[in-house]
């Protein structure tokens, strides 16, 4: 079908996160590269180093690697994350010593720093306090992100990782209706979101919020028991069923996935 729509128009196809793609998928995506060497097809793809596939040999491929931030970029990013306050030179290492150069890596480490008071602003510049040798900081950006979900108190950490369970994107509505809870939610998604776990994605027509990273939902969606997990998958299925049914047929592969995950399997036979 795609290769039929390219001999009349030329088609652009972006596909994000390969990483996290289903076998299904993944094999459909080798045989579809394989095949569009002649084609006016386009086919961007943005996956992690992780990412393992057969295509470097192929002459129609090519690769564009995003390097880390230089020194004076990672710098830059520092001081913007901390609205421009400057920072003294220990922070400084801190930092670039640990993200080497990672952009994301910068961002959850200094949010972690802040959030656990480990820097703090003196005289108009951000300073360690304490020495370095007292200071103990995962080594990994996943390791950064879980020690900051640790963090949190029971209830905003139980929002984040209910939500990292509907998904990267995540509506109010199904929120509201899994989270079994008669608090009002907003002041833990305003929390959440002056933290930058999530970010306020659409208002109209409905209210949906979106993790500012998928490593984030990621994290917060494994801290959560397996059973757990499983439990919520069924609910959202249901919830879905409820509020969207009038027009059901526009959430039928969310409902396949969620029922999947819940091993309710009678829903999506």
């Given at each position: 079908?795609?290769?039929?729509?390219?001999?009349?128009k030329?088609?652009?196809?972006?596909?994000?996160?390969?990483q996290?793609?289903?076998?299904?998928?993944?094999?459909?995506?080798?045989?579809?590269?394989?095949?569009?060497?002649?084609?006016?097809?386009?086919?961007?793809?943005?996956?992690?180093?992780e990412?393992?596939?057969?295509?470097?040999?192929?002459?129609?491929?090519?690769?564009?690697?995003?390097?880390?931030?230089?020194?004076?970029?990672?710098?830059?990013?520092?001081?913007?994350?901390?609205?421009?306050?400057?920072?003294?030179?220990d922070?400084?290492?801190?930092?670039?010593r640990?993200?080497?150069?990672?952009?994301?890596?910068?961002?959850?480490?200094?949010?972690?720093?802040?959030e656990?008071?480990?820097?703090?602003?003196?005289?108009?510049e951000?300073?360690?306090?304490?020495?370095?040798?007292?200071?103990?900081?995962?080594?990994?950006?996943?390791?950064?992100?879980?020690?900051?979900?640790?963090?949190l108190?029971?209830?905003?950490?139980?929002?984040?990782?209910?939500?990292?369970?509907?998904?990267?994107?995540?509506?109010?509505?199904?929120?509201?209706?899994?989270?079994?809870?008669?608090?009002?939610?907003?002041?833990?998604?305003?929390?959440?979101?002056?933290?930058?776990?999530?970010?306020?994605?659409?208002?109209?027509?409905?209210?949906?919020?979106?993790?500012?990273?998928?490593?984030?939902?990621?994290v917060?969606?494994?801290?959560?028991?397996s059973?757990?997990?499983?439990e919520?998958h069924?609910?959202?299925?249901?919830?879905?069923?409820?509020?969207?049914?009038?027009g059901?047929?526009?959430?039928?592969?969310?409902?396949?996935?969620?029922?999947?995950?819940?091993e309710?399997?009678?829903?999506?036979?």
């Amino acid at each position: 079908m795609i290769i039929t729509i390219s001999l009349e128009k030329p088609v652009i196809i972006a596909i994000d996160d390969l990483q996290w793609m289903d076998k299904t998928s993944r094999e459909f995506l080798d045989y579809f590269v394989e095949s569009i060497a002649h084609h006016p097809i386009l086919v961007v793809l943005l996956y992690r180093p992780e990412y393992v596939h057969t295509w470097t040999s192929r002459t129609h491929y090519k690769w564009i690697g995003l390097g880390h931030l230089t020194k004076e970029s990672s710098i830059e990013l520092i001081s913007a994350l901390l609205e421009d306050v400057s920072v003294n030179s220990d922070v400084e290492n801190l930092i670039l010593r640990k993200s080497a150069g990672n952009p994301l890596f910068i961002e959850e480490l200094t949010y972690a720093l802040l959030e656990s008071h480990i820097i703090e602003p003196k005289n108009n510049e951000f300073v360690l306090v304490g020495t370095l040798e007292d200071i103990e900081m995962p080594d990994t950006i996943y390791g950064i992100i879980a020690s900051r979900i640790d963090r949190l108190d029971d209830m905003t950490k139980f929002i984040l990782q209910t939500a990292s369970v509907i998904g990267e994107t995540f509506d109010y509505r199904i929120l509201q209706a899994i989270a079994d809870t008669r608090e009002e939610l907003k002041p833990y998604l305003e929390e959440l979101q002056h933290l930058e776990f999530i970010y306020e994605k659409e208002l109209f027509p409905e209210l949906e919020y979106v993790f500012r990273h998928g490593l984030i939902q990621e994290v917060a969606y494994e801290s959560l028991p397996s059973k757990q997990r499983v439990e919520l998958h069924k609910r959202i299925g249901s919830q879905i069923e409820r509020i969207y049914a009038d027009g059901l047929e526009k959430f039928f592969e969310k409902l396949s996935y969620h029922f999947s995950l819940g091993e309710n399997y009678c829903r999506v036979s």
